[in-house]
């Protein structure tokens, strides 16, 4: 019995690694993608890969900005821009299922959360698999569009992304420069989650002057917070930030009409600020949008 | 089991109920995250009675924040308190099953899974949350009871508790899948299911008020009666009282209040347990002594529950759920204890 199924199993590996090898150099003519195969990450990637599942948003907005969305063959539920994005077939990244994953017959995987062994079941079955964490820093943002260049094979259309990206970045920051320093409440969602100046959203805050009434907290202590209104009154912000416009239907109206809220500062001289959740909350090209949209907002250096 | 000893409630133990109750809003007043003067808000306060005109020195933000979101908080979560105390109470006597408690039974959970529908389909916070809650948790008690005595017999509290488990079960079940298909208001949904204070205002204890003044009025006139039915059904009987009536009335009364708690402040679980069996432990074993105390303890309990949840961790806030499980689940730990202990 159990030398029928290791005689099966010792059948399927050589077939799947046969298909492998024919994928790589069928007939020995160079393959477009020069350089591949390349190894990233620890996962290899045979060929410039032509289909790519992407279940987390930032990443399928990324690949996109590189040129690399004709390849993209599924998203996840969340992955709404560009808009092509909506019309690739949808997974649930957050109930994530290794076998309808797989029956997509991906030659590249794109995760940002992982509930379990996902990463090592889709590398067993010889889909290369990325698992990109949420970045910490600016750099983190940079190193993992470069990442996602090399396994794609479009490095040059991703070191020009994140060049133009850090352009941007450092044009909006210098605009800022010499203006009033102000504190802020981020708002995540109605119950009053809010980010402190430690977490990656808190860092582009950061980089225009801004501080967080929350105070210096990391992704550790305090980094996601659930505040007090009776905190968030006390602490009177400079401005409010409203990332639960969309999830929510948050706005500048029902904040001023939450109880006691109308004696906010930011209520009453009207600097409650109405974002995008989604560019908000992703770290792919449009964070030079959000950055550019808050600074407009706060106001240059006079 | 003995019979319960018709006992009064002594004056005494009524003022020290209130006594405690009165300290633990005090506290929930004068304490908060904002750094206000205990002096200021008490000036505050009296400032709004007739015929006193004091100068507190608070801003307007500051007495926003005494008004608009401390005081209204701490009358919620007296009111919260209050009724699940007095409705975990009356469970246990009206199903004689001293481990009942509106948790136990389903009804939370059936609230939770017509709130999670309103929440994903209205928004939260809509007008609709409130009945949607009401209405899951009438049917959550309805399918416990029928379940629980078309099984096992009225009598019969271990399957009582059985029927509230597989209702519970499936409730949460249902819940969890229609909150999987609505990723985007999860954290809404799971806010709500941890239970929270933190959106009090005025207009969440309007809403309370009627329900809870109706369930914690019909509760405590049904006193003596679940004191009767404690004795046994036939000996009720006798005494011209009809058990099923009575049945009825308590559990409408309790499931209304618990599914008005549930739908302004989420799952708060334990209070029903803890308070009662304290009160039972300190006060006596007559239904008569512990609904009233149950009344005053539960509010008194949820304020200082609620005072840790916002104060502990500040500027942060801890699911107040999450305070009285913390609470309430070593304390249920030794009931049991004492229970078994007691029997052998």
Not at chain 1, 160 to 184: C, D
Not at chain 2, 245 to 259: D, P, Q, S
Request: proline share 6%.
């Amino acid at each position: 019995m159990s030398r029928w199924i290791a005689l099966a199993v010792a059948v399927l590996v050589g077939s799947a690694a046969g298909c492998g090898g024919q994928a790589a150099t069928p007939d020995g003519v160079p393959q477009p993608g020069a350089g591949f195969p390349v190894e990233v990450a620890g996962a290899t990637i045979a060929a410039p890969p032509e289909r790519i599942v992407s279940a987390s948003a930032s990443h399928t907005e990324i690949l996109f900005a590189i040129g690399a969305g004709d390849s993209v063959v599924a998203t996840d539920l969340f992955s709404n821009y560009p808009s092509q994005a909506e019309e690739t077939e949808k997974i649930d990244a957050f109930n994530l299922s290794v076998e309808a994953v797989a029956a997509l017959d991906p030659d590249l995987v794109i995760l940002a959360f992982d509930p379990g062994g996902a990463v090592d079941a889709l590398s067993g079955l010889g889909i290369p698999t990325l698992l990109f964490d949420p970045p910490v820093t600016l750099s983190d943002v940079f190193a993992q569009i470069t990442t996602l260049g090399t396994a794609t094979g479009r490095s040059d259309e991703a070191g020009s992304l994140a060049a133009e990206m850090e352009g941007e970045i450092e044009r909006i920051a210098a605009s800022r420069e010499g203006g009033a320093a102000f504190t802020y409440y981020h708002e995540l969602d109605p119950t009053l989650f809010s980010v402190a100046s430690g977490t990656f959203i808190g860092s582009l805050y950061g980089l225009l002057g801004l501080e967080s009434i929350v105070g210096p907290g990391d992704a550790d202590a305090l980094g996601y917070a659930q505040l007090t209104a009776e905190f968030v009154l006390d602490a009177d912000p400079d401005f409010v930030f409203l990332a639960d416009t969309r999830c929510c239907g948050e706005s500048a109206a029902t904040v001023a009409a939450r109880p006691g809220w109308d004696a906010l500062s930011a209520v009453r001289e009207d600097r409650v600020v109405e974002l995008d959740d989604d560019v908000a909350s992703r770290w792919g090209p449009r964070l030079v949008d959000f950055l550019a949209f808050v600074a407009e907002a706060v106001g240059g250096s006079s | 089991m003995s019979p319960a000893v018709p006992r009064t409630l002594s004056p005494a133990a009524v003022a020290g109920g209130f006594g405690i109750l009165a300290a633990a809003f005090l506290a929930g007043v004068l304490i908060g995250p904002a750094d206000i003067g205990p002096g200021a808000v008490l000036k505050e306060l009296a400032d709004r009675l007739p015929f006193v005109s004091l100068d507190s020195g608070l801003d307007s933000r500051q007495a926003a924040i005494v008004w608009e979101l401390r005081l209204p908080r701490t009358v919620l979560g007296g009111l919260v308190g209050a009724t699940l105390a007095v409705a975990g109470g009356a469970y246990q006597g009206v199903f004689r099953n001293p481990l009942a408690d509106p948790y136990l039974l389903g009804v939370a959970a059936g609230a939770g899974l017509g709130a999670t529908v309103a929440i994903v389909n209205a928004g939260p916070g809509a007008a609709v949350v409130p009945p949607a809650a009401f209405a899951g948790a009438v049917l959550a008690v309805i399918l416990t009871y029928a379940l629980g005595v078309g099984a096992g017999g009225r009598s019969s509290g271990v399957t009582l508790i059985l029927a509230g488990v597989a209702v519970a079960a499936f409730f949460t079940a249902a819940q969890t899948f229609v909150q999987q298909r609505h990723a985007d208001s999860v954290r809404e949904v799971f806010s709500w299911i941890l239970g929270r204070l933190g959106g009090a205002g005025w207009s969440e204890v309007v809403i309370m008020l009627p329900y809870a003044a109706t369930a914690i009025v019909a509760l405590l006139l049904h006193r003596r009666l679940l004191d009767v039915l404690a004795v046994g059904e036939e000996e009720a009987r006798t005494l011209g009282v009809r058990p099923e009536r009575v049945r009825l009335v308590v559990v409408l009364a309790a499931t209304l209040g618990t599914a008005a708690a549930v739908s302004v402040s989420g799952l708060i679980g334990f209070v029903g347990i803890v308070v009662p069996h304290t009160v039972r432990l300190l006060g006596g074993v007559s239904y008569r002594i512990i609904l009233p105390l149950a009344v005053l303890g539960g509010a008194a309990f949820l304020v200082l529950a609620d005072l840790a949840a916002r104060t502990v961790l500040s500027p942060s806030e801890i699911p107040i759920g999450v305070v009285t499980a913390f609470v309430g689940g070593p304390f249920f730990a030794v009931v049991l204890w004492n229970t078994r202990r007691g029997r052998a």
